[in-house]
């Protein structure tokens, strides 16, 4: 059995069919090729890693050398003897595997804590510290998981050092936002049940054309099932959610089996039953038809009104140029 770890919780975050194609997917259709701001990232993170390990101002105990079975051993001893911090620890139970960047033993439980090159919230301002990001709280939310077999944490508590270099706490037990009731370790609960089914092949759910294509070598894979199944994901800022909604109360996913509807009915059926297809606006059912007929008729594009560019003595030109792996922008620039 394929066990459940942190790189799963995150694939499916980022893409929910992934985890189903990595193992059940045509793998003759899988392109390994390696991708240069993937690769950035990585490199980004273990040097911020090393540089956080390096200036660490605790000691530790380093269990990140040695076989797997070697460093499981290292890292249950070292908590056996209450060793304060614990490097790259690997925690193994039944059917969850994962390697924290740090255990933090507080005097009465085991904190998992994870090393990040990026902020460790987001959503914030100047009045508002953010949200914490759901794909490093899962992640945390195993290791808790994890040591809570154990009887190390009950807290469910965690922490993210984060590209500032400073501790930022996780309470995987508060809800992830004024409207969102759920709590990051129900979120990570409901996560692992469909990520254990998807491995299983109990169940599977069907590609989607999104923004994490460019970086997956299942792109072209999916893109070609898009394309055989005339799927709507095709269409520009058409994305699942919308995709199934469409699928799930008009018994379709078709482009176009979506150009065959009239849309003034349906808007009509909107506004008479707030269900059905819920969370797709006006604008975007209307917006999500142009777009199909004029994808199926190759056509131009629609120019709604007309407008002319103003006559000046001086044009003005701003652009930001920001460094998104250290969350840093590093030019303002103008061109007069």
């Given amino acids: 059995m394929t066990p459940i770890t942190p790189s799963l919780l995150y694939d499916y975050l980022q893409c929910p069919h992934k985890v189903w194609r990595d193992v059940h997917g045509p793998g003759d259709e899988f392109v390994q090729d390696e991708n240069p701001f993937l690769k950035l990232l990585w490199e980004r993170g273990v040097q911020h890693e090393e540089n956080i390990i390096d200036n660490f101002e605790f000691e530790f105990v380093d269990c990140s050398q040695g076989s797997e079975e070697e460093r499981i051993s290292a890292t249950y001893r070292a908590i056996d003897e209450r060793a304060e911090y614990i490097y790259q620890g690997v925690l193994a139970h039944g059917d969850l595997f994962g390697i924290p960047d740090l255990l933090y033993f507080d005097g009465n439980e085991y904190i998992p804590i994870e090393i990040k090159s990026g902020a460790a919230s987001e959503g914030g301002d100047d009045d508002s510290a953010g949200k914490p990001k759901k794909e490093y709280g899962v992640q945390l939310a195993l290791y808790a998981d994890l040591l809570g077999r154990k009887g190390l944490n009950s807290s469910r508590r965690a922490m993210v050092i984060d590209t500032t270099g400073e501790r930022i706490e996780y309470d995987l037990n508060a809800p992830l936002g004024v409207r969102t009731p759920e709590t990051m370790w129900e979120l990570y609960q409901r996560i ?145």
Avoid at 227 to 234: S, V
Avoid at 235 to 257: C, E, M, N, P, W
Wanted: charged residues 30%; negative net charge.
């Fill in 192 to 336: 692992r049940g469909e990520v254990t089914a998807l491995l299983e092949n109990s169940t599977r759910n069907d590609p989607a054309m999104c923004g994490a294509c460019k970086m997956c070598g299942w792109g072209a894979s999916c893109k070609k099932w898009a394309a055989e199944n005339d799927d709507l994901t095709q269409l520009f800022y058409v994305g699942r959610t919308v995709r199934d909604t469409i699928r799930r109360d008009l018994d379709s996913s078709r482009i176009d089996d979506l150009i065959g509807q009239d849309i003034g009915s349906l808007l009509d059926q909107k506004r008479s039953d707030k269900t059905f297809l819920k969370g797709i606006g006006e604008s975007t059912l209307t917006k999500m038809a142009l777009r199909a007929r004029l994808m199926k008729d190759e056509a131009q594009p629609v120019i709604h009104e007309r407008f002319d560019f103003p006559n000046v003595s001086t044009e003005l030109f701003f652009d930001i140029e920001s460094d998104p792996t250290q969350d840093f922008v590093y030019l303002h620039g103008f061109w007069v």
